[in-house]
């Protein structure tokens, strides 16, 4: 609780108010409603204020929902540092060898699509994978992490009401779906931070990242969130080119730290996208014309681009061990 002695304290110098949200990075805009009106109540300063997530993006939303509700600024801290999870595959390198990803021979699958918890955007994508008949061509999980139950979403206003049928009846009943070379470990334990299965990235070709954020609401300013996680950092060290199921600007901030995309694989016109429903209409469409190639030509596309696949995990890990990049000016906060 704020007493008159700690507000006192911050308005004179003396601490700061720091709101740690360094575990996530999807922000709710209920909670700078909620800021904005404690900071009017109490006549707090808000130069005094720290707001700390892993939402990149968060500094440029919530700076614009400031100016149209004409309101103080408080201190937005982005982090990055999510990135470190694959501290445990890079001290493994010599495990896991490029040269592994170099060997000439047709693989057995097209792509990856690992899914942990339940989430909006991984259930249409993998009902969408499903529906078109895909479930063979790819690694496919589903999972729900730590015994969560299968998401019932018939009252879903953002997902078509003919694929929500289509999941109540066909997806549904299959869940938790486990890949088959994982079935002999414990559920959870290959989609949790440091996990990275070798095998699926060498035996496919590309992969589909269903990343943890992805705001349906277009009236949100806040919820636009830029969140990278361990999910999009895996197949960056698994040499994989990848379509990200986020929200727009993902593939910008990307190539912003020096990471490469794959328009030979995809039309990432789908990353500029703002309407939600439109973005994943674009992506399953894409994934569904990558996916009517054959496996030879697949395999001609990948080693084409194996350069960038190259660049992109030496740059992971580059920066794994780079502060600056990874905490932003986090420890400015505690001088």
């Not at 982090?79 to 890079?90: D, F, G, I, M, S």
């Not at 057995?108 to 993998?126: D, M, P, Q, S």
């Not at 299968?150 to 009252?155: K, S």
């Amino acid at each position: 609780m704020l007493n008159k002695e700690l507000i006192n304290l911050i308005n004179t110098n003396v601490v700061k108010l720091i709101f740690d949200f360094s575990a996530e990075g999807t922000p709710r805009h209920s909670w700078f409603t909620a800021i904005h009106r404690m900071i009017k109540k109490y006549k707090i300063k808000s130069s005094k204020i720290y707001f700390i997530c892993l939402d990149m993006k968060l500094g440029d939303n919530y700076d614009t929902w400031i100016e149209k509700f004409n309101l103080p600024k408080i201190n937005i801290i982005g982090l990055n540092y999510l990135v470190e999870y694959a501290t445990h595959w890079v001290l493994k390198k010599k495990k896991f060898p490029i040269e592994d990803f170099k060997v000439d021979k047709i693989r057995e699958k097209k792509f990856t699509c690992l899914n942990g918890a339940y989430r909006e955007n991984r259930i249409i994508i993998v009902s969408e994978l499903f529906r078109n008949g895909l479930e063979n061509d790819g690694y496919i999980s589903c999972i729900g992490n730590y015994g969560e139950p299968p998401r019932d979403i018939r009252n879903s206003a953002e997902v078509d009401k003919d694929l929500i049928k289509y999941y109540m009846d066909s997806v549904y009943p299959k869940l938790p779906i486990v890949i088959d070379m994982e079935k002999d470990m414990e559920l959870i334990e290959p989609y949790i931070g440091h996990s990275y299965v070798h095998e699926m990235y060498t035996n496919s070709y590309f992969n589909i990242v269903t990343e943890t954020s992805y705001n349906f609401d277009t009236t949100a300013i806040i919820g636009n969130s830029i969140f990278l996680t361990e999910k999009t950092y895996r197949a960056i060290f698994g040499m994989q080119p990848f379509i990200v199921v986020s929200n727009p600007g993902f593939l910008k901030f990307l190539k912003s730290i020096g990471f490469k995309t794959f328009p030979e694989f995809f039309d990432e016109s789908y990353d500029e996208i703002e309407n939600p429903i439109e973005r994943m209409n674009t992506i399953v469409n894409e994934i569904k014309k990558i996916c009517s190639l054959s496996l030879e030509e697949l395999h001609d596309r990948y080693y084409n681009i194996f350069d960038k696949l190259e660049h992109n995990r030496n740059r992971l890990i580059e920066i794994v061990e780079n502060r600056k990049l990874n905490y932003g000016n986090y420890l400015d906060v505690f001088e």
